[in-house]
Structures are given as structure tokens and as C-alpha cells.
């Protein structure tokens, strides 16, 4: 019995998941409070659509980079791709492309960039962090290369209005329709097909996953390419948001994400996580962004707040798991 | 048996050997870099340009050399541009506040910011089991928002600094810029440790194989953690140095540098997986990088493709190291086959 003790066992560990969940409801739901505690103007449906078209290119991003993760892998250069499809689609546009071709275009060239990115680390075998830090670099390099520093914001009014209203009389934002949309999609793609399994399989054991005839490589191709498509999708929404397509667009966004779904309770090893997590915690990141916002602290102060998140994240359970250890061996102890 | 090795043809055996001395094949390409922009430029081979490059590069590659530290042992440090911002503005505070402290004071006081960082950054690797990744993404915001919250907007100027201190940027002792010799001395000493004692020794041990250093008898967890201590206290001297050369910080000082330094360790050979690297290859890694940046202001190369070309090297730098070392290890597998 001596060498079970320190490892959690698969029971209660599903339990502390569990748990993580109802933590993260909680923890949205106090912040609610604190919101409408700080501001009068907080739970107006204005606000409410603001939160909303505020997360979108996070809830975005967060949904692929939620399965790459699980799958023991990590994709940095997100928000450069984010960038590199908004500056091409402000090129294209101005070079008198017609929106649904340029918008197409932009979508295509982030799924490439993607696939680049699976391409290095499935068939040079590299760790997807140095490859990602390295292409993070070379698209933003490419987004500046396309755009300078010049901004292009002459973009039609049917488009932009896009970034803008709200669904019909709701207080439902139109982009974020997209975002409930691809959550949707995303959630029955890791929760109700093969490849979601699979996804997990690799993420907790690759060369298992292998040996039991997964095809290991294709997988993350394609988490990669889903990355890079969804990263560029986001990217026309923000330009169409801002009206405004320039190369530095999200910059820095990639670890807003990453923190987002660590907070999600996503494991950074592989293997353990889901979306409604992921979900949950991108829906808290937004409104306590906005509660403090509104209480007028600047989002350079901010940053506190997503790195004691991200950190929470991993802290508060590794403290859980410790002190849950020690509460066995003396439980045992005293039944010896 | 005499059928010859694929490993014994010319071309093969200069590919492995530069394999086996990675520094050489990177001194090659900071050669090839400078001939070549020294061959459509003339005026770009001057003791000027050497100046500017080294000035430009000194900082990046003092952070580097904490970055190859801590990354020998497979962790990663993305919280040093965060910690040189905090340590640069607090040093300029405390010159507004005392313009007459003496400078070594000054030094001290951000090395003790930096020292401090990095403890937190170790404790949480360490003691609470975060990944470093996950722990100093989280200190990089941190340490950040805690410099926007206490500056609020406010700015150091080089007018509020004693001239004696802005001297370490401009000065030079026989030729060489005071600024480059103090980088330069902290580089040689962190390299001769890591290459010649124990406790340096100890790094390319642990990140080779963390369970068996364990098993030899290495406290693992403590040589992680004097890591990350080095690395912050490096970060802070670096903050104190940036302060010195630019005269004017603000809460945003530094802001993505931490991008630029793990990119001259990667290009200068200092594998992401530990174990592998020395500061040699990463302080050439960051030449190469900073020489690359003045050749294309040089060449009249719009400067809006430097990013995109570190970040080519980046992904064509661990390219061709894994390329090596596959077929170092393929040269192994030969060698022991045919006795």
C-alpha cells in the first residue's frame, strides 16, 4: 500500500476536475457581484454585449488552443497569425479584392500557417514550443512586412456594421455568434467523436497512442492547421470589430489565451481539461476585465489579474493535491 | 565487412564535426554575415559599427546567458523583460530620490530587484511544482502590471540621472564601451562556471536527465532554483545597464524582449530540452542576431522584415541542430554495429 500514497488516485482526481469547475462558477459568479458592487452600469445590456464582442477573439482562439494543449503540445505563434491574416486582409481589400475573396484568402493563409507549424514539429520531431516561438516571430514579421506601419480602415460599412450590431433587438453581439457557433462545433469535435478521443490519448501517453494504431502525427497536423484557421478567423473579426487591419494587431494575445485555458483547468502536460472549462473561464476573464475597467484601473494593471490567474490555475490545485496527501498518510497512519 | 561508413565521406564528416563544435559553424555565419554586408557596404567595416553592434547586443546577451542557465535544465525564464522594466525603474527612482548614491549602489539595488524576482520565480518551480513555463508567463504579467500600477504613467529621464551613471553607457576604457566590459566580465565568469565547476556542471547533469542527477545525489531542486535566482539577478543588472545607455524608462521598458533572448540562445545552439548549450553559443547567437538588425538598417532593407528573419533563423536554427544530432546518433549506432 506504501507506494500509493502521494499519487492521487483516478477517482479522486476526476473529483478535484469536477470541482475545478464548480470553482470557476463560483469565482464567475462572485465576480459578478463584484462587478455590479463596483459599477451601476455594469449589468446594463450594453455592457453585458460589450463583455461579449470583448471575448470573442479570445473565446476564439482558446477553443483549438484547448485541444493542442490536451494533446501535450503548444502553439505560440497565435495572436502573429491573428495579425498576418488581418494585415492580408487590409492589403487585399486595398488592392480591390471584394470582401468575401479577401476574407477567404486571409482564412486560407492562417490555416497554412498553421499547417506550417504541425509540419516542423511532426516531421522534424521539435518541440512545439521552440518551433511556435520561432514562427510567432517570422508571421508578425510577415504581418509588419505586408502592412509597414500603415493601418487600413477604409473597410465597406456592411462589413464593419458586422463587428458592431447586436443580433436582431438582443443584447447578443453578431460576432458573437461566430464564437457560440465554433464553441458548439468544437465541443461535440473533443467530447463526442474519435478525434477527440484520440486527442486525449496522445495528450496523456504519445508512444501509447501509437502502439494502439493512433495515427499520432496526422492528429496534431491537423490541431495545428485548426489553430492557424480559427487564429485568422479571429483576426477578421477584430479588424472588422476595430475597423482596422494593421500588422501589430493582438499583440500578445497568444498568452491571454494560453493563461485562459490553463485557468480552465486544462493540464500543461496533456491529456486532462474540457472545453466547458476553457469556456467558463474565458466568459470570468472577460468580466473581470470589464468590472475593473469600469472601476477605472488601467488594462496595463490589469495583466495582475491574468498572471494571478494563470498561476492560480496551477498553484491552487498542486496545493489541493499536497495537502489531500497529507490528510491520506496521516488517515493512514492512524488506522495502522 | 569494409563496406565504408556513410559517416566517413568528406562531406559528412564536416557536416558531424560541425555537429560536435557548434560554435565554430556559428562564428562561420557571423563571418559570412559581416563579409557579406562588408562587401555591398564598405563603410559598414569600421571599429563604429563593431562599437554600436557590441553596445546593442551587450544587454540581450547578459539576459541570454540566465536564459541558457536556466534552459540547460529544461526550464524556461520569460519573466526577464519584466524584470529588467521593474528593476530599471526602480534604479531611476532611487536617482531621483538620492542623486547622489553611488553608483554600485545603484548596481546593487537592481541586482537585489532582480534577485527577488527570480526567488519567486523559484519558489513556485520549485517548492509549488509549476512549470516553468506556466510560472514565469504568470511573473511576466505580474511583475509588469506591478510596474504599470506603481509608475502610473510616470517616466525617468536621463536629466534626472547623475552624469557619472549615463558615463556607463557612454564611456569606454581603452576603446571598448564600460557598458560592454561589465557585460562582457559577467559573461566569461557565468561561462567558466558553468564549464569548469562543479555546481555549473551540475546544470548540464540535471537537464540531461533530471531523475538520474537525482538519483547520483544532485539536489535537483535547489540547483533549479539557484537558476532561476541567477537568471532574475542577471535580468536586474541588466535593468541597471538599460537605464544607464537609454536615460529614459517608463513602465513599458523592455516590453517583449524576453522573445529576443530565447532566440539568441536558440540560434546559438541551446536546445529548448535541456542539457545542451553553452553561453559561448549563445552570446554568438545573439551577435548574429544584432548583427543581422544593423546590416538591414546597413543594406537599406526596410526594417519591417527583422522580425520575420529572426524568427526564420529561430525555426532554421533548431532545424538543423536536430538534423545533427540525428545523425550524430546515427554515426553511433554505426560505429558500434561494425565494432
Known amino acids: ?336 | 565487412m569494409n563496406r565504408p561508413l556513410a559517416s566517413d565521406f568528406p562531406p559528412m564528416r564536416l557536416f558531424l564535426l560541425l555537429g560536435e563544435k557548434r560554435e565554430v559553424a556559428l562564428v562561420a555565419v557571423l563571418v559570412a554575415l559581416v563579409l557579406f554586408t562588408g562587401s555591398v557596404r564598405p563603410a559598414f567595416l569600421s571599429t563604429q559599427t563593431l562599437k554600436d553592434v557590441l553596445l546593442n547586443v551587450a544587454i540581450v546577451s547578459l539576459l541570454s546567458a540566465g536564459m541558457t542557465g536556466v534552459m540547460l535544465m529544461r526550464h524556461i525564464d520569460l519573466s526577464v523583460s519584466s524584470t529588467l522594466g521593474l528593476s530599471a525603474y526602480a534604479v531611476g527612482a532611487l536617482f531621483v530620490a538620492h542623486p547622489h548614491m553611488p553608483i554600485m549602489v545603484a548596481m546593487g539595488a537592481g541586482i537585489a530587484i532582480g534577485l527577488a524576482a527570480g526567488a519567486i520565480n523559484a519558489a513556485m518551480v520549485v517548492f509549488g511544482n509549476v512549470p516553468s513555463l506556466v510560472a514565469t508567463l504568470s511573473t511576466l504579467y505580474i511583475y509588469r502590471g506591478a510596474d504599470y500600477a506603481w509608475v502610473h504613467g510616470g517616466q525617468v529621464n536621463a536629466s534626472n540621472l547623475p552624469t557619472r551613471f549615463a558615463g556607463l553607457g557612454t564611456a569606454s576604457l581603452l576603446g571598448v564601451p564600460v557598458l560592454v566590459l561589465i557585460a562582457g566580465a559577467v559573461l566569461v565568469a557565468f561561462s567558466i562556471y558553468l564549464g569548469q565547476f562543479p555546481g555549473g556542471r551540475e546544470h548540464y547533469a540535471v537537464g540531461s536527465n533530471p531523475e538520474a542527477a537525482r538519483l547520483a545525489g544532485l539536489r535537483v531542486g535547489r540547483r533549479v532554483a539557484i537558476g532561476f535566482v541567477t537568471s532574475g539577478a542577471i535580468a536586474g543588472l541588466a535593468g541597471v545597464l538599460w537605464l544607464a545607455r537609454f536615460g529614459t524608462v517608463d513602465a513599458s521598458t523592455g516590453t517583449g524582449l524576453e522573445l529576443q533572448v530565447v532566440a539568441a540562445a536558440v540560434v546559438g545552439s541551446v536546445a529548448i530540452t535541456g542539457g545542451v548549450g553553452t553561453i559561448l553559443g549563445a552570446t554568438l547567437g545573439a551577435l548574429i542576431l544584432g548583427v543581422i538588425s544593423i546590416s538591414l538598417v546597413v543594406l537599406r532593407v526596410s526594417p519591417f522584415w527583422e522580425q520575420a528573419i529572426q524568427g526564420l533563423l529561430i525555426v532554421l536554427a533548431i532545424s538543423s541542430d536536430a538534423a545533427l544530432a540525428r545523425a550524430l546518433a546515427r554515426r553511433l549506432r554505426e560505429k558500434k554495429r561494425h565494432g
Open chain 1, 1 to 336: 500500500m506504501a507506494e500509493q500514497i502521494g499519487t492521487t488516485p483516478p477517482a479522486a482526481r476526476r473529483s478535484l476536475h469536477l470541482r475545478w469547475e464548480w470553482i470557476l462558477v463560483c469565482a464567475l459568479f462572485g465576480s459578478l457581484v463584484l462587478g455590479r458592487v463596483l459599477s451601476p452600469y455594469f449589468l446594463t445590456s450594453d455592457n453585458i454585449s460589450d463583455i461579449l464582442a470583448g471575448i470573442t477573439e479570445l473565446g476564439l482562439i482558446a477553443l483549438p488552443m484547448t485541444l493542442v494543449i490536451i494533446a501535450a503540445e503548444i502553439d505560440l505563434s497565435v495572436a502573429s497569425v491573428l495579425g498576418l491574416s488581418s494585415a492580408l486582409l487590409g492589403v487585399l481589400w486595398q488592392a480591390g479584392l471584394p470582401m468575401p475573396v479577401a476574407i477567404g484568402v486571409a482564412c486560407i493563409a492562417g490555416a497554412c500557417a498553421g499547417w506550417i507549424n504541425g509540419w516542423i514539429v511532426v516531421r522534424m520531431g521539435l518541440p512545439s514550443l521552440a518551433v511556435t516561438i520561432g514562427t510567432m516571430a517570422l508571421y508578425r514579421g510577415l504581418a509588419y512586412v505586408l502592412l509597414g506601419s500603415h493601418a487600413v480602415a477604409n473597410f465597406p460599412g456592411a462589413y464593419t456594421d458586422f463587428g458592431i450590431n447586436d443580433i436582431g433587438a438582443s443584447f447578443l453581439p453578431q460576432p458573437f455568434a461566430v464564437l457560440f457557433v465554433a464553441a458548439a462545433a468544437f465541443v461535440l469535435l473533443l467530447h463526442a467523436t474519435t478525434f477527440g478521443r484520440a486527442v486525449y490519448a496522445i495528450g496523456t501517453n504519445a508512444v501509447a497512442a501509437r502502439f494502439s494504431g493512433l495515427d499520432v502525427a496526422r492528429t496534431k497536423l491537423r490541431l495545428f492547421v485548426l489553430s492557424g484557421l480559427l487564429s485568422a478567423v479571429a483576426g477578421v473579426i477584430y479588424t472588422l470589430r476595430f475597423t482596422s487591419a494593421r500588422g501589430d494587431n493582438g499583440q500578445g494575445l497568444e498568452l491571454s489565451v494560453i493563461a485562459a485555458v490553463l485557468f480552465g483547468g486544462v493540464s500543461i502536460f496533456g491529456g486532462r481539461g474540457s472545453l466547458g472549462g476553457v469556456l467558463l473561464s474565458v466568459l470570468l476573464v472577460g468580466v473581470l476585465r470589464n468590472a475593473l475597467t469600469l472601476y477605472d484601473i488601467s488594462s496595463d494593471t490589469l495583466t495582475i489579474v491574468t498572471g494571478l490567474l494563470l498561476l492560480s490555475s496551477v498553484l491552487v490545485p498542486n496545493l489541493i493535491a499536497r495537502v489531500r496527501a497529507v490528510r491520506d498518510q496521516r488517515a493512514l497512519a492512524a488506522a495502522h
